[in-house]
């Protein structure tokens, strides 16, 4: 039904930026809500930020509010991460998930489709 792929990663100092990008095939993309979530080795999944489907609603965890904003462009079927005063401690994995369109939930375990994951290393 949705396939997602991210891209945008690599290495950033400390205090740079980077922006991530999940473009998505399928047509119920628009319906969906949509999350990125970060694992960094040994650690569990966890929540970055989510974006709903047509009103457009966001939240986002309190370790990146205001630093981090999510974003989407459904005609063309991209949800972006926008990320400003990186820290190391936010080297991980970076994913894209997406969940049914009524769901609001910063559980992994409710995000039906994930993409393959895009690194972010940030040095210090």
């Known amino acids: 039904q949705v396939q997602l792929a991210e891209s945008g990663g690599g290495l950033v100092q400390a205090g740079g930026s980077l922006t991530l990008s999940c473009a998505a095939s399928?047509?119920?993309?628009?319906?969906?809500?949509m999350g990125w979530f970060r694992q960094a080795p040994g650690k569990e999944r966890e929540f970055v930020a989510l974006?709903?489907?047509?009103?457009?609603?966001?939240y986002d965890a309190a370790s990146v509010k205001g630093r981090f904003t999510i974003s989407r462009d459904n005609a063309k079927t991209t949800v972006y991460l926008q990320m400003n005063t990186l820290k190391p401690e936010e080297t991980a994995a970076y994913y894209c998930?997406?969940?049914?369109?009524?769901?609001?939930?910063?559980?992994?375990?409710?995000?039906?489709?994930w993409g393959q994951g895009t690194q972010v290393t940030v040095s210090s």
């Open positions: 998930a997406a969940a049914p369109s009524y769901a609001y939930s910063i559980m992994a375990r409710d995000y039906n489709y």
């Open positions: 399928g047509r119920i993309f628009s319906d969906s809500t």
């Open positions: 974006i709903r489907g047509s009103a457009g609603g966001t």
